[in-house]
C-alpha cells in the first residue's frame, strides 16, 4: 500500500514539474532559411533555420542538436548548430552516409520534425562508370578495302597493267588512313545514370505541403495533412484543413501578416515568392 502512495506521489511530482517547465519556457518554432534541395550521400548539407519564441522573438543563445535517420534503420546522424548571423539564426552541416529516405529533426528549445529527405548516390560514390567502345566497323570496312586495292594492284602489276601500280598505291593509303583511324575511336564514356529526384518534379502542392512544416506554420496551425509530422502544436492560429481564399489575398497575408491586421500573431516569415507561391497551392488544395 506504501509503495503505490509512493508512486502515485512521484507521478505526481514528475507531471507537475514537466507542466511548470512547459510553461515557464513557453514554446518556440523553427523555420528553416530554405528546403534542402538535391542531397547526395557523401556531400555536406548545408543548413540554416531561425528559431522564435513563441513564434515571434528571436532566440539566440541555444546549441540546436540535429538528429537524422534512415528509414527503416538504426542508422543515425547527429550535428550541432551553432549561431550564425542575425540573433536566432543558426547553421549546421550535415552528412548524409547514404542514400534512401531521411526522417529529421532539429532539437533548438523545442523539437521540430522537418520534412524527409531523399538522399541520392552521388557520382562518385556509384559503381566506376564504364566505357564502351565505339563500332569502328566504316574505319575497318575503309581499311580492308585498301588491302584489297592494294592485293588487286600487285596482281594487276605482275600482268603489266599501267595502272595497277597507280592502285596498288591508292590501297595503301586508303587501308592505312582506314586502320590507323579504327585504332584511334574514341571511347564513349557513360556516366552511371542516376536517377535525381528535383525540385522541378516535386508539384506545387507537395512543395508547399513540405514548405508548411519546414517553416513552422504547423506548430501554430492544425492542418490535417501535416499534424502527425509535429511534435509540438499550439494551434494558436485557424485550423486550415479546409481553409481557402484568393491567391491574391493570401499573397499579401504570407509576405506580411501585420500589414492586413496590425494585431497578428502571425509573425512574418520573410519567405520568398516562390515559398509563397508553393503555400498556397498547398492551402487552396483540398
Ligand atoms: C506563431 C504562430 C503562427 C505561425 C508560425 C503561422 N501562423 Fe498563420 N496565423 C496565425 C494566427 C494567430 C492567425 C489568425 C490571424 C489573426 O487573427 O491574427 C493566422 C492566420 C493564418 C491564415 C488565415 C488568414 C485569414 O485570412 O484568415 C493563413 C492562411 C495562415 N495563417 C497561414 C500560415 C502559413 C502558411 C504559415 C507558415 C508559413 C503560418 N500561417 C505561420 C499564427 C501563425
Redesign the pocket.
Known sequence: MKQIFTGITLALTLALTFTISALAGGWA?I?LDELPGEVTAGEPLNIGFTV?Q???TPLAGLTPTITAQLSGTKEVVRVSGKEEGEPGHYTATLTFPQSGEWTWSINAFITQTMPPLTVVTGSHVASEPFTTPVFAFPAILAGALGLAGVAAGLWFAKKNVRWAIALAAVGLVVGGVGFVSAADQPQVRNEAAVSVESSSSVDQVEL?HR??IA???????YHSDTYKDREIG?D???N?TD?A?SPE??RM??ND?AS??P?????T?K?KDA?IEA?IA??NSD
Do not use: N, S, Y
Open positions: 518554432i523555420t522564435r513563441h513564434g515571434v508547399g514548405l508548411f517553416k513552422g506554420c504547423v506548430i501554430c496551425h499550439v494558436i492560429g485557424p486550415l481553409f481564399a489575398d493570401l497575408w504570407l501578416p492586413v491586421k494585431q497578428t500573431m502571425m509573425p516569415l519567405l515559398e503555400l498547398f492551402i
